[in-house]
């Protein structure tokens, strides 16, 4: 190790006498209590909770995966369910805590498709990006978004509905964020480049919560779980012809989508390529160093070129502003001539920041050591007329003709947080969750999948979707009915028996999750389904509708929407049928923790 | 025995005999009136405190002749059965209040204050608004006065049935309004104070006898009890000068709206006020949707009121939100039948009341149970008929003749 300077060794052992003086200032823990740090004591109550084992006995246990059981139990060890069956053919630890039930009925907790819960409700007449991730702006907002888990909804997919009609005017903007995030937050200048698209088409990107008592949490990687677009005015008057205009303009937004894509990827390219040829610059630099500190004569080898390049020069406006002042024209930057980086654009690859910088330092300490080696500055030789400058002309400094060229950083495409979105449709990382009501608008819907290809497609509220279930059945598309109550639209929506509906779609082979929309009606979710029951939807599937069925459209269905061993503790308990008016909730467990308990 | 009328010397005669058999039976054919019906169910709710299960139900020239084990054995033989199997029957629920879309025609815009008016005069049977009536489960409609007027005039009661609608009743209760759609900036009153000045004014002057004429006598009828007063206010504010009145003028108001009743919920109780409520929606604040609860466990009277298609599902909700089922069935069927004073023909399916009923295939007040049938005045206007079984052709022709014969 180089020997450092008085003052240098002086600093250390201050600071580590500091270090032991404020250890040695910390109260002695009292000899009945050991010492524990506060995570140490979350994690310890964590895993006591993780190990509890709790029994759910009740009259009837509806796993929805199977067959009602009478007197069966759910047993629960931590987060998840360990067994579900039939009491007295379920081994019962000792130590579980055990909550009966005997007229009771235990269900999956609830899944509701589509809520507005925790939402501004400002979003509702406002644009949003596709980009714009509603996660992010997430809050306990209003008195009834507590009544989610009162309810028995455990898991819930949050988005905004809006209630203005699709009209041209100015280019959406992205969410309003209350702090900045640069790799989440598009530009304006990225919102201007989508040009005078029709707004309050896109509507962000919807999340997937877990409603809790007094709050909520986002489910894990779930936090931009679909792309909301809304392909319709709504109920106000419209002309057929003017809602087709409105909806070409819709499918318009995925337009360029693949140049987008085509200019990610070479972008993506030359930053390997900008990563290796900075490698072989970095790498020519250590070992001209090395090469001094031997008392050798710097390395005159040949120092790998850029690949590609003659003269270099660089496309005007492109060159990074740490650029090379040393010059423009000719070879790369010699020993030194480099200033040091203000503004380091994020690099991919092999040549980290961190590397950069200890191999500027090394330069620098070498410089600092030994000045009258380094030879005299250098003039360049004069540019060609027609060369691009760089910024104000640089002074004359020392300039290796063997030294390899400084590579030039790619230039980025602009940020584009809409289309990156899009892209994730088309690719099937995220679902497309388009609103739509007449049969019109979701033929369009239809069409548009076929035609861009969308691997996954959930209609939601589609009320209108008799005429066109078996295109969707045959195209594969879900669908998210809202509003499933008897003469719950108003004109002239009217004319769509929304309660009829679902048995409707069942008889065609669609899949079809029953949901609220809003978390003012929370309550009203089995109540939902059981008015479907009443016009012809079977028990069985109206139960599945409100959770195996939303958690598979979700894509969540392996954690939850059933009560079957590996799954979540989500468990809801009732003290009649679910389809009953009546019908109260005793217990909601989510996650194995008891989220709601009646008194 | 001959026969003394006319018809005898006919009936003596063979020809006679078959021809007066084949006009009977002529009459007979398209009406089911002149048949009894044996109305079969699992459950008959004949009111909110008598259910039959395995039950039946006589219906004779539409109307309930006898219930369950009352009726006579050879009744029970010559009526045509209708079973619904292992449904649920129900009163057919009664809308204690509703314009039924006619506000223009149901209410006088130049004048404020027209008590006298009736609305039966404006009764259209044709009107659109009737047919979907039976679907909704509704088989009685107070067809009221419209609330933009202050004193808008006299309901009528109105059935729907296949053939249009009917008048059951043509005088019913009064209407008044203090609500905000009555206070009017193009002609008086425009203010809330306004409008219990003239109806201040207009009841003293009916009690002392200083005003006469057609709108005085209703006013003193509402003042000797002998027509009931309906009054429109939603607020705080207007249920309170509604209140005011009655307590002034010594009346039993029924309140119609009453959104913020939980506030006056004391002076309901203390002035035997009863309440019509309006819809109730599913977005409605909780306070709304608890509020037949709150009054039901107060023990004030209500109804469900408010727009038809949403009868059924205002009462749902209620229930959801804490009501108990026999209040909520009541508060559809027997209580605005009390309330429109019309509970000896309505709102119960007891002995001499009109054949009005609802078949659900379980629980009306669960909406997984389906609505099958409705049925007005002994016909059926909505829905399925249930397996029926005619009485044989030949016992009827032997009856008819055997009855004529008798004479």
């Not at chain 1, 008015?531 to 969540?556: F, S």
């Not at chain 2, 506030?263 to 949707?289: M, N």
Request: glycine fraction near 8%; include cysteine; aromatic fraction near 4%.
């Amino acid at each position: 190790m180089r020997h450092r300077s008085p003052s240098t060794f002086v600093s250390s052992c201050l600071l580590v006498l500091a270090a032991e003086f404020a250890v040695a200032q910390e109260p002695a823990p009292a000899p009945s209590e050991p010492a524990k740090p506060p995570e140490a004591a979350a994690a310890e109550a964590t895993q006591r909770a993780n190990e509890q084992v709790v029994v759910i006995e009740a009259g009837t246990v509806h796993p929805v995966a199977g067959p009602a059981i009478a007197n069966g139990v759910v047993v629960t060890r931590g987060e998840r369910i360990v067994a579900v069956g039939k009491k007295g053919e379920v081994e019962i630890p000792k130590d579980a805590v055990v909550h009966s039930f005997p007229t009771g009925h235990v269900y999956p907790g609830l899944v509701d498709a589509a809520t507005d819960a925790y939402t501004d409700p400002a979003l509702r007449q406002g644009n949003l990006d596709a980009g714009a991730a509603l996660a992010l702006d997430l809050h306990l907002r209003h008195s009834r978004d507590d009544e989610l888990v009162q309810a028995g909804i455990t898991t819930a997919y949050v988005a905004v509905r809006s209630q203005g009609a699709i009209g041209r005017g100015p280019a959406p903007l992205p969410v309003p964020l209350p702090f900045p995030l640069p790799e989440l937050q598009g530009t304006p200048q990225d919102a201007s480049a989508q040009g005078a698209a029709p707004s309050g088409i896109m509507r962000g990107q919807g999340a997937i919560v877990r409603p809790r008592h007094e709050g909520f949490e986002l489910w894990e990687k779930r936090e931009r779980a679909a792309v909301q677009v809304r392909m319709t005015n709504g109920p106000g008057p419209t002309h057929a012809l003017q809602r087709q205009q409105q909806l070409e303009a819709a499918s318009a937004s995925f337009e360029g989508l693949e140049e987008f894509r085509k200019a990610r990827t070479d972008h993506e390219e030359a930053l390997k390529k900008y990563d290796k040829e900075f490698a072989d610059y970095l790498a020519w630099h250590q070992k001209k160093k090395d090469a001094e500190k031997a008392g050798a004569k710097p390395a005159e080898a040949t120092a790998p070129a850029p690949s590609g390049t003659g003269p270099a020069t660089p496309p005007a406006g492109e060159r990074p502003r740490r650029g090379n002042r040393g010059g423009t024209g000719g070879g790369g930057g010699g020993g030194g001539g480099n200033e040091p980086p203000k503004e380091e654009p994020k690099m991919n690859g092999a040549a980290s920041d961190e590397q950069f910088e200890q191999a500027l330092a090394t330069l620098l300490e070498i410089l600092a050591q030994d000045p009258v080696k380094q030879d005299p500055p250098k003039q360049d030789p004069p540019k060609p007329a027609d060369a691009p400058t760089q910024g104000p002309p640089a002074p004359a400094t020392e300039k290796k003709d063997e030294a390899p060229k400084r590579p030039t950083y790619p230039k980025a495409p602009a940020r584009d947080p809409q289309r990156e979105a899009l892209l994730a449709v088309i690719d099937g990382e995220l679902p497309l969750r388009v609103e739509a009501h007449r049969p019109d608008e979701l033929r369009f819907a239809l069409r548009m999948q076929a035609q861009r290809s969308i691997p996954v497609l959930v209609l939601e509220q589609a009320y209108g979707a008799m005429s066109v279930a078996a295109d969707i059945a045959r195209q594969g598309a879900s669908v998210v009915l809202t509003d499933v109550l008897p003469n719950s639209l108003p004109k002239p929506y009217d004319t769509f028996d929304v309660t009829a509906l679902p048995a409707q779609l069942h008889a065609a082979g669609v899949q079809f999750a029953i949901a609220t929309g809003s978390a003012r009606r929370a309550r009203l979710l089995p109540l939902m389904a059981a008015a479907a029951i009443g016009r012809g939807l079977d028990a069985e599937a109206a139960l599945r509708a409100i959770t195996l069925t939303p958690a598979e459209i979700l894509g969540v269905a392996k954690d939850t929407g059933s009560l079957q061993s590996g799954k979540l503790a989500d468990v809801l308990v009732r003290d009649r049928d679910l389809f009953q008016s009546d019908s109260r909730t005793l217990l909601v467990i989510a996650k194995g923790r008891t989220e709601f308990e009646a008194k | 025995m001959k026969s003394s009328v006319n018809w005898g010397s006919w009936a003596d005669g063979r020809r006679g005999q078959m021809s007066l058999i084949v006009v009977l039976l002529l009459l007979c054919a398209g009406s089911l009136r002149c048949q009894d019906l044996l109305v079969q169910a699992k459950r008959i709710v004949v009111a909110a405190d008598t259910v039959l299960d395995d039950g039946m139900l006589l219906v004779r020239q539409g109307k309930i002749a006898y219930v369950g084990n009352e009726i006579p054995a050879d009744a029970r033989g010559r009526a045509m059965v209708v079973d619904y199997g292992n449904a649920v029957i129900v009163p057919g629920f009664v809308l204690a209040q509703s314009t039924l879309g006619q506000d223009a025609d149901l209410g006088e815009g130049a004048l404020a204050f027209t008590p006298d008016l009736r609305v039966a005069e404006a009764f259209d049977r044709w009107q659109e608004e009737l047919t979907p009536l039976p679907r909704h489960g509704v088989t009685s409609v107070a067809l009221s006065a419209s609330p933009r007027n202050v004193a808008g005039g006299i309901a009528a009661l109105v059935k729907p049935g296949k053939d249009g609608g009917t008048i059951a009743d043509h005088e019913l209760h009064l209407s008044l309004s203090l609500a905000q759609v009555a206070r009017n900036p193009e002609r008086q009153p425009t203010s809330l104070m306004g409008a219990m000045d003239l109806l201040r004014t207009t009841f003293a002057a009916a009690r002392t006898g200083t005003k006469t004429g057609p709108d005085a006598a209703v006013l003193a009828q509402v003042l000797r009890g002998s027509r009931r007063l309906f009054v429109h206010a939603d607020t705080y504010t207007e249920l309170s000068a509604a209140l005011d009145l009655a307590k002034e003028f010594a009346l039993e108001p029924v309140l119609v709206g009453a959104g913020e009743a939980e506030k006056v919920l004391p002076r309901l109780l203390q002035q035997k006020a009863s309440v019509v409520l309006g819809t109730l929606l599913p977005d409605a604040r909780l306070q709304q949707l608890r509020l037949p609860a709150t009054l039901a466990q107060a023990g004030v009277p209500f109804c469900f009121g408010g727009s038809p298609d949403q009868l059924r599902l205002s009462a749902v909700l209620a229930v959801v939100h804490g009501l108990d089922r026999k209040t909520a069935l009541q508060a559809l069927t027997r209580l605005p039948a009390l309330l429109l004073a019309q509970q000896a023909t309505i709102g119960s399916l007891r002995q001499a009341c009109a054949a009005d009923f609802l078949v659900f295939s379980g629980d009306p007040l669960d909406l997984s149970s389906a609505h099958v049938a409705t049925w007005v005045d002994g016909v059926r206007v909505h829905g399925e008929g249930g397996k029926a079984t005619a009485v044989p052709a030949a016992a009827a022709v032997s009856t008819t003749t055997n009855t004529l014969g008798g004479q």
